[in-house]
């Protein structure tokens, strides 16, 4: 059963660095053609796509949050982490982490953490 | 970057309905787009991807159509289980974006 947990402080300061892990059990991180992302969910707003990662270090950002955005992966840990520069409240949200498989039309997030809910604020 | 325009923002059915949401590309995508559920308080759930492939254990009752730039979702026969909000997204040259969503509510 594949799981995924995301962790991380739920309160981060204004302009402070958002930082957060997944921790992927049940399935491999290195796994060919399956990609590892992070969803963000503002409350009571839509879904929006941060970005996603290869294994091997290749990555894609959002290119409205590309110069604040870093995703690597801890491939001895089978973790993969989210950091976000220079946070406002307009950074608040519920973070999903999630696996993204190669289906041969693109690569959609099958499984998904739980979320976790960051909030910016002093 | 390509832009996903997800309609309606909501509609009202009844249990027993056919249910059509529509995602419009500002290009051309091929069929890479995906449909997802979700639930208050919950991840979004994969419905279909590839435009028109079923996830896994997700019920025939949903369906996907479209290529190019005009997808659609289609719920035939609305279930109390299926009132939820809808989401496209698409994936095009590694680059992702949703739609606004779509609620569907109980008429």
């Known amino acids: 059963q594949v799981q995924l947990q995301e962790s991380g402080p739920g309160l981060v300061e204004p302009s402070e660095t958002l930082s957060l892990t997944c921790t992927v059990s049940?399935?491999?991180?290195?796994?060919?053609?399956?990609?590892w992302g992070w969803i963000r969910q503002p409350p009571g707003r839509g879904l929006e796509w941060i970005g996603t990662?290869?294994?091997?270090?290749?990555?894609y950002y959002n290119s409205s949050l590309t110069s604040r955005v870093t995703i690597s992966a801890d491939t001895s840990k089978n973790q993969f982490s989210l950091k976000l520069t220079s946070v406002t409240a307009a950074d608040t949200a519920v973070y999903y982490c999630?696996?993204?498989?190669?289906?041969?039309?693109?690569?959609?997030?099958?499984?998904w953490g739980q979320g976790s809910l960051v909030t910016v604020s002093s | 970057a390509i832009q996903m325009t997800q309609s309606p923002s909501s509609l009202s059915a009844s249990v027993g309905d056919r249910v059509t949401i529509t995602c419009r590309a500002s290009?051309?995508?091929?069929?890479?787009l995906g449909w997802f559920q979700q639930k208050p308080g919950k991840a979004p759930k994969l419905l279909i991807y590839?435009?028109?492939t079923l996830q896994t254990g997700v019920p025939s009752r949903f369906s996907g159509s479209g290529f190019g730039t005009d997808f659609t979702l289609t719920i035939s026969g609305l279930q109390p289980e299926d009132f939820a909000t809808y989401y496209c997204?698409?994936?095009?040259?590694?680059?992702?974006?949703f739609g606004q969503g779509t609620k569907v509510e109980i008429k």
């Open positions: 049940g399935a491999s991180i290195t796994t060919i053609h399956h990609y």
């Open positions: 990662m290869y294994y091997s270090g290749t990555t």
């Open positions: 999630a696996r993204l498989p190669y289906s041969g039309a693109g690569s959609f997030p099958d499984y």
């Open positions: 590839g435009a028109s």
């Open positions: 290009q051309d995508i091929r069929n890479g």
């Open positions: 997204l698409k994936d095009y040259n590694y680059q992702w974006a």
